[in-house]
């Protein structure tokens, strides 16, 4: 998916007043047999892109801050326009930045994350706004902390979409309080803007199996009470729409058992009703340990420039886990998606890193 300049097209638009006239693509061609190779960064998690008007706008966790990456090519990363956009003013909301998605909402910016005060039990989901045309340009400014339900429950990786006229935030929750052991389950309500809901939340999934339930890494590692996770939930559609898709992770995201299922609805039916969510009960993406592939999570999904062809951003790690301390090796990747007979995406398996994508 590499892009490259045209200057002979260039020159030739200059020359012809006839071609002048015509409107150029939004996009540029992509050159025949073009690769990349995964990772596309060294190092970071929680990667999300959106595409508009030939630009890539990218994000990933960074604690502390919130960065925004400007690129025509989602899969040179590297050489992308980088800008710091947001460093916390208020100390409720200054530590522990997680899953930060950019959206484009009714001619605005917006940025969700989660953050905190310090305590990771006080986590809540922030949105800041920004009315310039160009994310990298104006400010940001917070909007406030979006109230998911009466009791403040904890909350992280909101994500919002919109569906048949009607706006939605997904993200993931506690149902109480934490006690002694964790839950971690995928919310989803109604949005009277974008930062304000307008409904109450619905629970439509919470760790049930196995593989949802992994917080015990093989060399022993482990949190100091058990955390069962449903995280990360990320909306999509089928081929046709006539399906709405939501993706999640489950089990604890230091471990190899990272990974992503499948929540699905009819589009036609109640986003809101629990009822018309149906859960997959294997996983869709997960580890291939043989090709050194651990923990793959944090999906999202970018159009090729020219809109043919559809990709998949996901963090993965190349060892099991990190050492208890050691730096987070999670790195961001892109993988390229396909389609079942009856429009269902096709994930495939997490390749191995180096191997010439197209």
């Known amino acids: 998916?590499?892009?490259?300049h045209i200057p002979l097209l260039l020159l030739a638009l200059i020359c012809c007043p006839a071609c002048q006239n015509k409107k150029a693509p939004a996009y540029k061609e992509v050159p025949s047999g073009a690769t990349y190779t995964n990772p596309l960064l060294p190092v970071g998690a929680e990667p999300w892109a959106v595409f508009h008007e030939g630009k890539y706008y990218y994000t990933q966790g960074a604690e502390n801050k919130i960065i925004l990456w400007e690129t025509n090519d989602i899969t040179d990363l590297e050489h992308a326009t980088r800008k710091e956009?947001?460093?916390?003013k208020e100390v409720s909301s200054s530590y522990h930045l997680w899953g930060p998605?950019?959206?484009r909402i009714d001619g605005k910016w917006y940025v969700y994350f989660a953050a905190d005060d310090g305590n990771m039990d006080n986590?809540?989901?922030?949105v800041i706004e920004n009315v310039s045309a160009n994310p990298l340009e104006g400010e940001f400014v917070?909007?406030?902390r979006i109230k998911t339900d009466k009791d403040d429950n904890w909350a992280i990786h909101a994500s919002t979409f919109e569906h048949?006229?009607?706006?939605y935030l997904i993200w993931c929750g506690w149902p109480k309080r934490r006690i002694e052991t964790e839950t971690q389950c995928i919310y989803i309500a109604k949005m009277e803007n974008p930062w304000t809901l307008s409904s109450d939340r619905v629970m439509i999934s919470e760790p049930e199996y196995e593989w949802e339930r992994q917080w015990i890494s093989?060399?022993?590692s482990k949190t100091a009470y058990p955390i069962h996770v449903n995280e990360a939930p990320q909306f999509f559609e089928s081929k046709n729409k006539d399906k709405v898709l939501i993706y999640y992770c489950a089990s604890g995201s230091w471990t190899p058992y990272y990974c992503i299922g499948l929540l699905t609805a009819d589009a036609g039916s109640d986003l809101t009703d629990a009822a018309s969510w149906k859960k997959l009960d294997t996983p869709v993406f997960e580890q291939q340990p043989e090709d050194s592939v651990f923990g793959p999570g944090s999906p999202s999904f970018v159009p090729s420039p020219d809109g043919k062809e559809w990709y998949m951003l996901y963090h993965a790690r190349r060892i099991p886990n990190d050492a208890p301390g050691a730096t987070d090796s999670r790195s961001p990747r892109l993988q390229k998606i396909s389609w079942d007979t009856d429009g269902m995406p096709l994930l495939g398996k997490p390749r191995k890193e180096g191997i010439s994508e197209k």
Request: aromatic share 8%; hydrophobic share 35%; net charge positive.
């Open 142 to 144: 917070m909007k406030g």
């Open 101 to 103: 998605e950019i959206h």
């Open 123 to 126: 986590h809540h989901i922030y």
């Open 1 to 4: 998916m590499k892009l490259i």
């Open 85 to 88: 956009v947001w460093i916390p």
């Open 218 to 220: 093989p060399d022993g």
């Open 164 to 167: 048949r006229g009607e706006r």
